[in-house]
């Protein structure tokens, strides 16, 4: 009938709205409030030490995950494996997006307003999924990730969403300045129960005499009889 292929009509037109607008959500400089702190499992790996360590002249420190967990007073602290698969990675985004557009075709009223709308939940859904996830080039980091994000599971208010604002986080945000831009973070308090180990990368002077180190630790607050304390058995002068 003509109403029935004018309905069909209207849903691919608001399918196309709804799929223009997600790609330019995806593509544009926009900022989630998603913060994480990433560690690795693997205390003494050498790539990482050239990485992540001033060129392996760093210091590693071990944290008790489960210690953190308990004494975090932050919102939500959520751990999380890294997924390096990219067809898992895939699957999960099609979900996200299969997810959203089926409310899209439901619509009986086919709202171009309610099409946008499912469109930035898709987005503010693929952001917060994407930090549990990475390049598979990196998979021989063995990276876990404490995920700090705000207790809301989507935004409060469609007419105010905009990832720019910082309306939906609820702790204080600081700057850092690299390479000419502002990167935001927040802070995450490290108790003193929680740190495990302190590994000293092969090219670390502090090898030589780590009491300072020890003496640094012991005046804020670390019982340093509870913290192993290593050298790395990597072969690496630079």
């Known amino acids: 009938s003509y109403s029935g292929s004018h309905a069909q009509v209207s849903t691919y037109r608001l399918i196309i709205q709804f799929c223009q607008r997600l790609i330019g959500r995806l593509d544009g400089p926009r900022f989630e409030h998603v913060y994480a702190f990433c560690l690795s499992t693997e205390r003494d790996d050498l790539s990482q030490w050239r990485g992540y360590a001033d060129n392996a002249a760093g210091l590693v420190i071990g944290i008790d995950l489960d210690e953190l967990q308990n004494k975090a007073t932050c919102e939500i602290l959520e751990p999380c494996q890294i997924n390096y698969d990219v067809s898992i990675q895939r699957q999960i985004v099609t979900e996200i997006v299969e997810s959203r557009l089926s409310k899209v075709a439901e619509d009986e009223e086919r709202s171009q307003a309610s099409a946008m709308w499912m469109a930035d939940l898709a987005h503010y859904a693929i952001m917060r999924e994407a930090a549990k996830h990475k390049n598979p080039s990196f ?16 935004p409060s208010d469609k007419s105010v969403y905009d990832p720019d604002l910082f309306a939906e986080f609820p702790r204080p945000i600081e700057f850092f300045e690299r390479r000419g831009s502002l990167v935001p973070f927040t802070t995450l308090a490290l108790p003193e129960t929680s740190l495990r180990s302190v590994g000293f990368g092969p090219r670390s002077s502090a090898i030589e005499d780590p009491s300072a180190i020890r003496l640094y630790m012991s005046v804020h607050g670390f019982d340093i009889r509870q913290i192993d304390f290593y050298c790395s058995s990597a072969s690496y002068r630079g």
């Open 139 to 154: 998979a021989a980091e063995h990276e876990v990730r404490l995920i700090l994000r705000s207790t809301a599971d989507v």
